[in-house]
């Protein structure tokens, strides 16, 4: 089943293969009916054919050298994703990664020079098999990415990845890569040694690999004192270190891959004979976890909201947001980064300047260059009179929670704006339905409910109201997916989807603690179960002011007399004032030390999400959004919910042993 039988070299589909006048072969990758390369069983199987003629060709003397590249704008995003659930056992798992190790090797150990020429996303096996090459070429273009993702998934590189980058980065670069899952430029790639060398653009790869070939050029490795580095007593110092800062991100209990990626370079770190079958083993098992199978769930969650939104005739370019608050001023400024223009209004021209401020560093977190800084500062003006909602293609409301105001600005906005252009409210509190009323057209009022801090959280709400008109929404979808983020449509109700699930939530949390649990043994609970912030931490944070509303609008109560009426009554609203649950001091909450029975503390995990499950599947029986996917999609994405258990009504399922083993 998993060994490879090479593809015939006259058929090639996902490939195409040609030897040139020059006695160069080119392989060229162009996956069939995809936008996107990626390894999957065919493309493998085609390249064990072309392998093959080569070796053959450089046998008989008729070939100088081998090049891969890509015949679309990216070279390989990975391997195929979609294969992963095929795998029912360890066995299994073992049994394709050593058919495709072993043509990876046959790669390596063929006696012409093989070039990696790379445009694009070079990543995890896409990585793997550049790493097989014997000399690697990138652009420096833009879009030029390498990595391995795979932690993200899980596991960790299997292709004798973990070996070969060490061998060409060093221990150090080729970990911190693997460990993070970050995606590297093409300039910090070649100064780490997974590239040799940088083209301009695209328009030089294929001369620069030609010429890379005829001078049989060879990567050179990592230098001798990145290759110290591998041996005992400094790789077990680092060893050690690794597994310091990787359990300061992630558990181990949650995420074993990572820790297990710092045991076998622990143990293997200099070996390469020993490293490569200990990477196979060590892999086998990650692949057919639990967390490694929800994770991919998560991921083809993603790829599910994604794909739903049409590829329609709108693309927006300019948007006007109306209030230059902590909400409107980030979408503004998130707009502008993702290459828009906006412009911000806001009666208070201070609270213009001081958005425009947040803008500048965001923009230069996130842009780095000045010229790029500058640009978009151009593209962010401010407009405290509204003169650009004339000219706007979307135009989004984010000022004070007002029934009254927000509907006179509206019926301001309605007038002024052009046909065609998509209105919106950020309000997470008020009924799209009472917003839209005094409109002339109420039809056209959608909600766009981003969550704070807009720069980080990925997932928007996609409101509809009882009287939304579906085109509105579809653009609504568009334009979230023009700014990077997840659109998930929702039907108006109150707290929508993700408020209404994470009320139950946090209030459950104030309910235990005002009943005498202690409130760092509840925090630590939901961060055992793998909730991002405990309840009481997160309470803090949202401010105890905008809890209790949320708790009396969506009706969770009682909130009279309950201890967060008492804070409330007495200005302690959380982090915002320095106190609340917590003391807040530098922006962290001052916990007790205390240490707590981790049985305990897991059985108090599963309680705590308890009320967010079940009010998941009221919103699902309700369907406020289309399906269980999309509940577990926008909670997961929206409140942080611990992807490796794929979702609330996913776990929920699991735990009623409801799910089968591949997801
Ligand atoms: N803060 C959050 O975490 C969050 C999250 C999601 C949605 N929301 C919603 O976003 C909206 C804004 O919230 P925020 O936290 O940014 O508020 P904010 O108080 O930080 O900002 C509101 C801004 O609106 C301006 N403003 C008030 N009336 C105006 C008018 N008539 N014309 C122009 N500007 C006006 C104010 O000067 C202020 O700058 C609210 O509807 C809120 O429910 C907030």
């Not at 072309?50 to 081998?66: N, T, W």
């Amino acid at each position: 089943m998993s060994e490879l039988i090479p593809a015939d070299i006259d058929k090639l589909k996902d490939w195409r293969f040609e030897i040139d006048f020059e006695e160069i072969a080119w392989a060229i990758f162009d996956r069939e009916g995809e936008s996107m390369n990626s390894l999957g069983r065919r493309p493998t199987e085609e390249l064990a054919a072309i392998v093959a003629k080569v070796e053959d060709a450089a046998e008989k003397g008729e070939v100088r050298g081998l090049i891969l590249i890509s015949g679309k704008e990216n070279f390989i995003a990975g391997a195929d994703i979609r294969e992963f659930d095929t795998f029912d056992t360890d066995q299994d798992v073992e049994d394709a990664l050593n058919a495709t190790i072993g043509l990876f090797d046959r790669i390596e150990n063929l006696r012409v020079p093989v070039i990696a020429a790379i445009n694009g996303f070079c990543l995890g096996g896409g990585l793997e098999l550049a790493m097989a090459c014997h000399y690697r070429i990138a652009t420096r273009e833009e879009g030029t990415r390498l990595g391995f993702p795979e932690v993200k998934l899980g596991i960790f590189p299997g292709l004798n990845g973990t070996v070969r980058s060490i061998e060409l980065a060093g221990a150090m670069d080729a970990m911190g890569i693997m460990l993070t899952g970050r995606m590297v430029r093409p300039g910090p790639a070649r100064a780490m040694g997974i590239v040799d060398q940088l083209v301009p653009t695209h328009h030089r790869l294929r001369w620069a690999a030609r010429k890379a070939v005829l001078q049989k050029r060879k990567s050179k490795g990592a230098p001798w004192w990145k290759k110290l580095m591998r041996k005992a007593p400094i790789r077990d110092i680092l060893a050690k270190q690794m597994r310091k800062k990787t359990a300061e991100k992630v558990r181990e209990e949650h995420y074993p891959a990572p820790f297990r990626l710092i045991d076998l370079f622990a143990k293997f770190g200099d070996s390469r004979r020993r490293m490569k079958p200990a990477e196979t083993t060590a892999f086998a098992p990650l692949m057919t976890s639990d967390t490694a199978r929800n994770l991919r769930r998560v991921f083809r969650l993603t790829e599910m909201l994604k794909n739903e939104v049409p590829k329609d005739a709108f693309k927006p370019q300019r948007v006007h947001v109306v209030g230059a608050g902590t909400m409107g001023g980030d979408i503004a400024a998130w707009c502008v980064v993702c290459g828009m223009q906006a412009s911000l209004q806001d009666l208070s021209e201070e609270q213009l300047d001081k958005a425009l401020a947040r803008a500048k560093k965001l923009f230069k977190q996130r842009l780095r260059t000045k010229p790029a800084v500058d640009a978009a500062m151009a593209r962010l003006i401010a407009d405290k009179d509204g003169k650009h909602v004339s000219r706007a293609d979307v135009i989004i409301e984010a000022i004070v929670e007002k029934l009254e105001i927000k509907q006179k600005v509206f019926a301001d906005l309605e007038a002024k704006m052009k046909p065609g252009a998509i209105l919106a409210t950020n309000t997470s509190s008020l009924q799209i339905e009472d917003i839209a009323k005094p409109l002339k057209d109420p039809g056209r009022l959608i909600g766009l409910h981003f969550f704070n801090p807009v720069p980080q959280l990925p997932l928007v709400e996609v409101i509809m109201g009882v009287g939304t008109r579906e085109e509105d929404v579809r653009k609504g979808c568009s334009f979230v997916t023009a700014i990077r983020k997840f659109p998930l449509i929702v039907k108006s109700c109150p707290g929508f989807l993700v408020n209404r699930v994470l009320a139950p939530y946090m209030l459950d949390g104030v309910r235990r603690y005002q009943e005498g649990e202690p409130r760092e043994k509840i925090d630590q609970a939901a961060l055992k179960f793998g909730m991002p912030m405990g309840p009481l931490e997160l309470s803090d944070v949202v401010g105890l002011d905008i809890c209790k509303h949320v708790a009396e609008t969506l009706n969770i109560g009682p909130v009279e007399d309950s201890e967060l009426d008492r804070l409330v009554k007495n200005g302690k609203l959380g982090k915002k004032t320095g106190e609340g649950f917590y003391v807040w001091d530098k922006g962290k909450p001052k916990r007790q030390q205390a240490t707590f029975d981790q049985d305990d503390l897991e059985v108090l995990g599963s309680d705590l999400v308890k009320p967010m499950l079940d009010e998941c599947e009221r919103a699902l029986a309700e369907r406020i959004v289309e399906s269980a996917d999309h509940v577990d999609a926008g909670v997961i994405f929206g409140t942080g919910f611990a992807p490796f258990r794929g979702g609330p009504l996913h776990y929920r399922k699991q735990q009623k042993g409801e799910t089968a083993k591949a997801v």
